[in-house]
């Protein structure tokens, strides 16, 4: 069965700290895609990036990198300089080659305060 | 250009009672999906459109929930009758190319569903 797990239910930050928000995820299948969506106090989910299972490099955008390690099924997210705009709820998802059905993590609260 | 949009925004009812949301798909996704978000929990897959057909709809919890994409555009989902449970965030996303999970689906704002 695939799983996600966010073991960080809420984490909290002064503005200008690092954070990093964690993902481990369970699959068997050998394709398989991470998504990381956030969720602004507005509502919607944005997508943020999707990794596929052959492409470990990490990846920076800006003050966001993504470390993906196949050897601890770990898709960690961090967010470097945080800013009170990064205040919102972060969801790690995941899903195979073979099914367009996503499945999320429980999400992670991150506050940062000024 | 115009992201997935859902309506209303925020549904308040009484147990027993109907409601129907509805899901505009960014324009050209063939595929649609609907999510549900319950108490806090994970968010949750309901079913899979691909075009006007059902493509999955192993996530749908019991038949008082219809699912109806005709014509290929917006879909709507029915709760009838509604029941506490049914209380949550229903989300909403689309993508465009039915890639065998490779394909990024985007999602809408979500409507709150609120059962009394």
């Known amino acids: 069965a695939q799983k996600v797990t966010q073991a960080q239910t809420e984490i909290s930050v002064v503005e200008k700290e690092d954070v990093t928000l964690d993902c481990v995820y369970e699959t068997r299948d050998t394709t398989y895609y991470l998504f990381w969506y956030k969720q602004p106090p507005s509502g919607e989910l944005v997508f943020l990036i999707r990794r596929n299972s052959f492409d470990e490099q990490n990846e920076i955008s800006g003050r966001y990198s993504w470390n993906f390690q196949k050897s601890t099924s770990s898709f960690n997210f961090t967010i470097t300089a945080s800013q009170v705009v990064d205040s919102a709820v972060y969801f790690c998802?995941?899903?195979?080659?073979?099914?367009?059905?996503?499945?999320f993590g429980t999400g992670t609260r991150l506050q940062v305060f000024p | 250009e115009a992201g997935v949009t859902q309506f209303p925004s925020h549904s308040v009812i009484e147990k027993g009672q109907t409601v129907t949301l509805r899901c505009d798909p960014i324009s050209g996704h063939d595929n649609l999906y609907w999510y549900r978000r319950v108490m806090g929990k994970e968010i949750k897959f309901l079913l899979h459109f691909v075009k006007e057909s059902k493509q999955d709809e192993s996530g749908m919890p019991n038949n008082r929930f219809l699912a109806e994409r005709t014509g290929g555009t917006y879909s709507t989902l029915k709760v009838q009758p509604a029941e506490l449970e049914d209380s949550g965030v229903y989300f909403c996303?689309?993508?465009?190319?039915?890639?065998?999970?490779?394909?990024?689906?985007?999602f809408g704002p979500g409507t709150r569903l609120t059962v009394l």
């Open positions: 996303a689309s993508s465009q190319v039915d890639g065998g999970g490779a394909d990024t689906q985007y």
């Open positions: 998802a995941l899903n195979s080659y073979n099914t367009d059905k996503l499945i």
